[in-house]
């Protein structure tokens, strides 16, 4: 049975290192994801505020001082909030336990295993689409179908 495409294929990546960005460039590279790349909390805030996100993905501390948390609560006063991945290069269980327990999707390990982000990014996607009234409006939804297959990466910063 073909699995249903995932309607938003947009992942906000919060990541100020070059190397980060550039890892997660070559693990979508050859996906339909559409990577758009921002450095901490306000500049995240205004690219979700711009264009909804089937996923944010970001590290665990920012340069400008904020932390994963700061954009848990900014995610969770959101309409259609999308789930936060977590990265951290000291990812352990009791982080993964944090990150779950206070609403967070997952945990990713740095540096990234590309077989491991792009089945949590997936699986991040599939189950926001699949709890009730947690879908996109159908205005978001009309990427449904065949996207190209290039990952377009933009810089906010």
Known sequence: MP??????????????APEDRTSLTRIFAHSNWKLRFTCG????????DRSPAGVVIS???SSDGHCWKDLL????KMEYPPPLIVADRLADEALWAEVLNLGGYDLL??????KEVLHVVSAACRRRESEPGRRMPATSAKRRGLPGTNVRATSGG
Not at 5 to 14: F, M, S
Not at 41 to 48: F, N
């Open 109 to 114: 390990a740095k540096p990234f295993d590309a």
């Open 41 to 48: 909390l306000p500049q995240t805030r205004t690219a979700l």
């Open 3 to 16: 699995e249903t495409p995932i309607a938003n294929l947009t992942i906000v990546a919060a990541f100020s």
């Open 73 to 76: 609560l900014e995610l969770q």
């Open 59 to 61: 590290e665990s501390s």
